[in-house]
């Protein structure tokens, strides 16, 4: 068993020297935030601090692990419950703020309609942005609102468009700002042909991307009950007096920590390959 330890150290060792051999590349600065906070802001809850997340990932998890221990009576089981648990907050958040991502992303191609309309009756650039604050999708209306404020508060319509797009961090918006902003600096009379082929673009990509996602959902639920089947049938198990009893021992924790490391691996795995590719930002 020693030569075992002295080994992976060993191991371990050689791979961080491999490592350090190698330069990393600096992180952009995006990358540097908060990304509990930006997390948060996405999923709908900005005005709550960011502490909050980690707060609740550990209160769970002492609640899970001392539930499953009493009931079970093995400690490794309540570990893994633990773990599940701390990880359930976030993987909740995240969904959230993918579903709300989805349905702002389907209300695009009418931004850029309302746009088009009021840039065809006559409307400044300016006015016909703030005045989606009023006819804009209603997920969208709060930020074009602070625009809108921003906007007669400096009368900068450049920055307070681009601040606008930091606070949106969305791929569609940053051509529409850049299309916008060009409009604005050399000007040009084919923007409201050019929204009409953004328009039309936007909603043949999100029919597309609609089409794939619904061949992929198949997959990708059975992968996930694929995950999940074994740990149903391991809480089954855990109703029955004595029918965990195998797993307190050193060898039935070792399975244990191997089948939830195994399932972690699998799922992480199964969401890398079944993800679609996102469009990136213009302007990040």
Same mark, same amino acid.
């Given at each position: 068993?020693?030569?075992?330890?002295?080994?992976?150290? #060993?191991? $371990?060792?050689?791979? $961080?020297?491999?490592?350090? $051999?190698?330069?990393?590349?600096?992180?952009?600065?995006?990358?540097?935030?908060?990304?509990?906070?930006?997390?948060?802001?996405?999923?709908? /809850?900005? =005005?709550?601090?960011?502490?909050?997340?980690?707060?609740?990932?550990?209160?769970?998890?002492?609640?899970?692990?001392?539930?499953?221990?009493?009931?079970?009576?093995?400690?490794?089981?309540?570990? $893994?419950?633990?773990?599940?648990?701390?990880?359930?907050?976030?993987?909740?958040?995240?969904?959230?703020? +993918?579903?709300?991502?989805?349905?702002?992303?389907?209300?695009?191609?009418?931004?850029?309609?309302?746009?088009?309309? &009021?840039?065809?009756?006559?409307? &400044?650039?300016?006015?016909?942005?703030?005045?989606?604050?009023?006819?804009?999708?209603?997920?969208?209306?709060?930020? /074009?609102?602070?625009? =809108?404020?921003?906007?007669?508060?400096?009368?900068? #319509?450049?920055?307070?468009?681009?601040?606008?797009?930091?606070?949106?961090?969305?791929?569609? #918006?940053?051509?529409? +700002?850049?299309?916008?902003?060009?409009?604005?600096?050399?000007?040009?009379?084919?923007?409201?042909?050019?929204?009409?082929?953004?328009?039309?673009?936007?909603?043949?990509?999100?029919?597309?991307?609609?089409?794939?996602?619904?061949?992929?959902?198949?997959?990708? &639920?059975? =992968?996930?009950?694929?995950?999940?089947?074994?740990?149903?049938? %391991? =809480?089954?198990? +855990?109703?029955?007096?004595?029918? %965990?009893?195998?797993?307190?021992?050193?060898?039935?924790?070792?399975?244990?920590?191997?089948?939830?490391?195994?399932?972690?691996?699998?799922?992480?795995?199964?969401?890398?390959?079944?993800?679609?590719?996102?469009?990136?930002?213009? /302007?990040?």
């Amino acid at each position: 068993m020693s030569g075992t330890v002295v080994g992976a150290v #060993f191991g $371990c060792g050689v791979f $961080c020297v491999w490592w350090s $051999c190698w330069p990393r590349p600096a992180r952009p600065v995006r990358e540097r935030r908060h990304r509990v906070a930006d997390l948060l802001r996405h999923a709908g /809850f900005p =005005a709550v601090p960011p502490v909050v997340l980690p707060l609740a990932s550990v209160l769970l998890a002492l609640l899970a692990f001392v539930a499953t221990a009493a009931v079970s009576g093995v400690v490794v089981l309540g570990l $893994c419950a633990a773990v599940a648990a701390a990880w359930a907050p976030a993987a909740l958040l995240r969904r959230r703020a +993918a579903v709300r991502t989805s349905a702002r992303s389907a209300q695009w191609p009418d931004v850029v309609d309302q746009l088009a309309s &009021s840039v065809r009756a006559g409307m &400044s650039l300016p006015d016909g942005v703030c005045a989606l604050a009023q006819r804009g999708p209603e997920l969208l209306r709060p930020e /074009f609102a602070v625009f =809108a404020a921003g906007y007669r508060a400096s009368g900068n #319509f450049e920055g307070e468009l681009r601040a606008l797009a930091g606070r949106l961090a969305d791929p569609v #918006f940053d051509r529409l +700002a850049a299309a916008l902003r060009m409009t604005r600096q050399v000007g040009g009379s084919d923007l409201g042909r050019t929204l009409r082929t953004l328009s039309g673009y936007l909603r043949e990509d999100a029919r597309t991307r609609g089409e794939l996602l619904a061949r992929q959902s198949w997959t990708v &639920s059975a =992968a996930r009950l694929a995950v999940a089947a074994p740990w149903i049938v %391991l =809480a089954l198990l +855990a109703s029955r007096p004595g029918a %965990l009893d195998a797993y307190s021992t050193a060898t039935g924790a070792f399975v244990l920590l191997g089948g939830g490391a195994a399932s972690a691996l699998a799922y992480r795995l199964m969401l890398h390959w079944a993800r679609l590719p996102q469009p990136r930002r213009v /302007f990040a």
